[in-house]
RNA sequence: GGCCCGAUGGCAGAGUGGUGAUGCAGAGGAUUGCAAAUUCUUGUACGUCGGUUCGAUUCCGGCUCGGGCCUCCA
C-alpha cells in the first residue's frame, strides 16, 4: 500500500509500525451545531481507508480513534446565544452527529475520546512541556513557545519568518512570539473551566489531540486524518506539542489530508454560508449512501464539488447496482475484486475502484463484496427501491397494480396508462417484468 | 507579501512518455401496448507558450485562470 504523506508531499509505502495494531487518529468534529456535508468527508473517506486496513491487515489489526472536540469557544458561544447549557449543545450536537454517521454507513472507532475526559492529561502534557522549556505560562496562558522546536513549520513548510509576516491577528502581549500558540487559556467564572497549576481555566484548541492521540495509541502512531485546513496551524502544533513532550522525532508516520468540498468551486463553509447539513439532504429524501457515494466520487485529495446533479448521478449509478443485485436474488457477499483492492491502495483511489465495480456487474456477489470495501451496496435491493412502506401502502399499491393488470388484460390502454399516472403522482414507478409480472418501486 | 494545490471530452472523473479508463448525459439499434429496466453500437479531451524527447495530455520552465492556507474552519 501506498499513500501520499503530507509530510514529505510524496506518495509513500506505508509500513505499519506494527501490522498486528494499525494505529489511526482522525480529527473529528467541534460539537457547537449540525456538521455540514463538508465536515462529512473525512469522516466517510478515512472509514474507508479503515475499511481498507483491516482487510489487509485484519478485522481487530486496526486501531482507530477519532475525537469529538467538547471544549471550545465556538461552543461557550452557541450555549450563550442559545440560552442553554453547554451540555445541552454537545449532547444534541454529537446525538445528531452519530446519527449522520449512521446514514452514511460511517464504522463507530474503536475511540472516540471527548476532551471533556481528557483534561488531565492534558494538563499533564503541558507542565511536561513546560518543565521541559517548551512551553511558558503568562497571565494565566500556558503558551507553546515555537522557536523551542526546531522542527516547526516542517509539515505546512512554512518558516518562522513566513509567519510572523502573515500574522494577521491581534499579538497578545503575553505571548514572545506572535506565532506562540496557546496551551491553556483562563476561564471567567462563567465559563466552564478546570483546576491547572496556571489557575482556572480551559485547554487550548490543540493540546487535546495530542493527549488524546497519546493516551488512545501511544506517543507514535501510523496514520493521522484530517481537512487539508487542519496542516496549519493544527496539525503543525500537534507535532510540536507531541515530539516535545514526548521526546519523539515523529508523532504520527503518516499524514493524510482530504481535499476541501466546494460548492460551485468555492470552499463550502460555514462562514460562506453556503453548506448542506446532512440532515438537510435527509430530510430533502436524499439517502445517506447516495450522500456516501457522493463524498468517494472524486479522490479523497481533489476538490469534490458538491451539488443535487452530483447525488442525481450517485443515486442513478447505485440503482442500477441494485438493480443487478435484485435481479441475482441479492446474493451474499462473495470475492473482493483484487482490483478494487489494489487502486484503494493506491493512495485510496477510490474513482479507480468504482470504476472497477463497475465492471463487476456479471459478478452481482463479488460486485457487492467488493462494494463493502467503499460502505456501498450493503442493504438489500428491496430496502433501497422500496424504502419504508407500511401495510396499507403496501396493499393499495398491489390493488392499483392489480387494476392496471387487469386492464391490460382487456386491452384496456386507457385505463392502464392512467393507472399508471396514478402511481407516478404517488411517486411509485412501475416495471414490467417479462411472464406478466409489474414490480414497483421509490421514483 | 509568503506558501500550497489544481486546470482532461456536454458534465463528473481516473490515468498514462507512444495502441484515447469509467459513469452520467447525447445519438442510433434490439426489446417494449406505453413506460421503465436491460442490452448492442457510437461521437467529442487533455488551459496557454516554450523546452527535453524519435514521440508529451503525461517530464521541466514561463504565463493565464481558478481554489486554498498564513493562529483555533474537516
Same mark, same amino acid.
Given at each position: 500500500m501506498k499513500f501520499y504523506n503530507t509530510l514529505t508531499r510524496k506518495v509513500e509505502d506505508f509500513v505499519p509500525e506494527d501490522p498486528s495494531r494499525v494505529r489511526m487518529y482522525v480529527c473529528g468534529p467541534t460539537v457547537y451545531d449540525y456538521a455540514h456535508i463538508g465536515n462529512f468527508r473525512p469522516m466517510v473517506v478515512f472509514d474507508s481507508l479503515n475499511r481498507l486496513l483491516r482487510h489487509k491487515y485484519g478485522q481487530d489489526a486496526v486501531v482507530y480513534a477519532r475525537n469529538i472536540t467538547d471544549i471550545d469557544d465556538k461552543i461557550i458561544n452557541q450555549a450563550i446565544a442559545t440560552e442553554t447549557t453547554i451540555d445541552v449543545i454537545t449532547d444534541r450536537t454529537i446525538a445528531a452527529f452519530h446519527d449522520d454517521l449512521d446514514a452514511l454507513n460511517v464504522a463507530a472507532p474503536d475511540h472516540e475520546p471527548r476532551c471533556t475526559e481528557y483534561v488531565e492529561p492534558m494538563v499533564a502534557m503541558i507542565e511536561e512541556l513546560i518543565e521541559g522549556g517548551f512551553a511558558y505560562a503568562a497571565e494565566g496562558h500556558a503558551l507553546f513557545?515555537?522557536?523551542?522546536? /526546531?522542527?516547526?513549520g516542517k509539515l505546512s513548510k512554512r518558516s518562522l519568518d513566513d509567519m510572523r509576516a502573515g500574522a494577521r491577528v491581534e499579538v497578545a502581549?503575553?505571548?514572545?512570539?506572535?506565532?506562540d500558540f496557546v496551551l491553556w487559556k483562563p476561564s471567567t467564572d462563567e465559563q466552564p473551566g478546570w483546576p491547572s497549576p496556571w489557575g482556572r481555566g480551559r485547554p487550548g484548541w490543540h493540546i487535546e489531540c495530542s493527549a488524546m492521540s497519546k493516551s488512545c495509541l501511544g506517543e507514535t502512531f501510523d496514520i493521522h486524518g484530517g481537512g487539508?485546513?487542519?496542516?496549519?496551524p493544527h496539525h503543525e502544533n500537534e507535532i510540536a506539542q507531541s515530539c516535545c513532550a514526548n521526546g519523539? /522525532?515523529?508523532?504520527?508516520?503518516h499524514w493524510m489530508h482530504n481535499g476541501y468540498l466546494t460548492v460551485e468551486g468555492e470552499k463550502m463553509s460555514k462562514s460562506l454560508g453556503n453548506f448542506f447539513t446532512v440532515k438537510q439532504l435527509r430530510d430533502e429524501g436524499w439517502g445517506g449512501e447516495v450522500i456516501r457515494f457522493s463524498l468517494l466520487s472524486?479522490?479523497?485529495?481533489q476538490p469534490l464539488d458538491f451539488s443535487r446533479d452530483k447525488m442525481r448521478e450517485m443515486k442513478a449509478q447505485l440503482d442500477r447496482w441494485y438493480g443487478f443485485l435484485k435481479e441475482s436474488g441479492d446474493p451474499e457477499a462473495g470475492e473482493v475484486d483484487e482490483r478494487v483492492i489494489a487502486a484503494l491502495s493506491d493512495d485510496l483511489n477510490t474513482p479507480q475502484a468504482i470504476a472497477i465495480l463497475h465492471e463487476l456487474t456479471d459478478r452481482p456477489a463479488d460486485l457487492k463484496a467488493s462494494a463493502t470495501m467503499l460502505g456501498l451496496?450493503?442493504?438489500d435491493s428491496e430496502s433501497w427501491f422500496k424504502g419504508e412502506v407500511s401495510d396499507d401502502e403496501n396493499a393499495e399499491i398491489e390493488a392499483l397494480i392489480e387494476k392496471r393488470k387487469q386492464a391490460k388484460a382487456d386491452k384496456d390502454f386507457a385505463t392502464a396508462d392512467q393507472v399508471r399516472d396514478q402511481l407516478t403522482s404517488m411517486g411509485i414507478v412501475l416495471e414490467d417484468k417479462s411472464g406478466g409480472v409489474t414490480e414497483w418501486k421509490r421514483g
Open positions: 513557545d515555537i522557536h523551542s522546536y /526546531e522542527k516547526y502581549p503575553y505571548k514572545r512570539d506572535p506565532g487539508l485546513d487542519l496542516i496549519f519523539t /522525532e515523529v508523532m504520527a508516520r472524486a479522490h479523497y485529495r451496496l450493503q442493504q
